[in-house]
């Protein structure tokens, strides 16, 4: 009998990754850091709650290294050997099979200019360093709370204009022509436009697209509108500011 159910967990197949299809399995946390030492931080913190760690070192090798490990999420130095965070981002936010991956950026502090550059390439967070393991592996959790399987529970479609999501499959399309967004920006756009033409306060948009999260400063919020403003380039307007108030999506 042992063999038949381990006959029938190998046909079932292939486990997905993370909580994903309801499957509960060690979530898989991909570090990109050259610092012998804050690799060891990350990687024994990360273990200790729970999750697996692959580590690399080399900007070079990061593509590379998610190809071949599919992790959950990725924490990704700036400053690395190689290539720069900032282009690791970019190719993999650049590809269909990568670009929902979530990425945590890991910045000096002062690198203000690279913060803003990395959320406008799609990463989700960042965390400065010098930064406290602990509150690292609390964002870690957080956005992985936010991806977006976990709150779609049937096959839905919201529709605006030549804006079409579909929350199922995760997709969203212009004029039928598909857009890339990111975790976050997928979020942003759900929450607005299964509105109708409610405003949205700034607050209720962070809690329903980026999780309770108290580390969301307004800059964060303003940065990911802006790409996700950027993509949707001429139906854009439909996301109004409604000055002191929040945010609205003008249907009509
Ligand atoms: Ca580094």
Redesign the pocket.
């Known amino acids: 009998l042992k063999l038949i159910e381990s006959l029938r967990e190998r046909g079932e197949g292939k486990p997905k990754t993370g909580a994903k299809g309801g499957i509960s399995m060690t979530e898989k946390i991909l570090v990109v ?3 012998p030492h ?1 690799q060891e931080l990350l990687e024994y913190n990360l273990r200790q709650d729970g999750f697996s760690v692959v580590l690399c070192s080399r900007g070079d090798q990061a593509v590379e290294a998610v190809q071949k490990h599919k992790p959950d999420l990725m924490i990704l ?5 190689g290539i720069p ?1 900032t282009d690791v981002c970019r190719s993999l936010k650049a590809s269909p099979l990568t670009a929902e991956l979530p990425i945590i950026m ?1 910045t ?1 502090r002062g690198e203000e200019s690279d913060k803003i550059l990395g959320l406008e390439l799609g990463a989700d967070d960042y965390v400065t360093k010098p930064f406290s393991p602990r509150e690292l592996v609390a964002r870690v959790k957080a956005v992985l709370r936010r991806s977006p399987v976990s709150d779609v529970t049937h096959d839905e479609k919201l529709r605006s204009g030549p804006l079409v999501m579909d929350l199922k499959s995760h997709k969203v399309s212009l004029d039928k022509e598909p857009i890339q967004l990111t975790l976050t920006e997928f979020r942003i756009l759900k929450a607005l436009m299964s509105r109708g033409q409610e405003v949205l306060s700034r607050q209720k948009l962070v809690s329903e697209a980026l999780g309770n999260d108290v580390n969301v400063t307004d800059r964060t919020v303003d940065v990911h509108l802006a790409a996700l403003r950027k993509k949707i380039g001429p139906e854009a307007d439909r996301i109004e500011t409604v000055r002191g108030v929040g945010y609205r999506f003008r249907n009509t």
């Not at 130095?77 to 050997?81: E, K, S």
């Open positions: 850091e050259d610092e804050i130095d700036l400053m690395l050997p965070g890991l000096a």
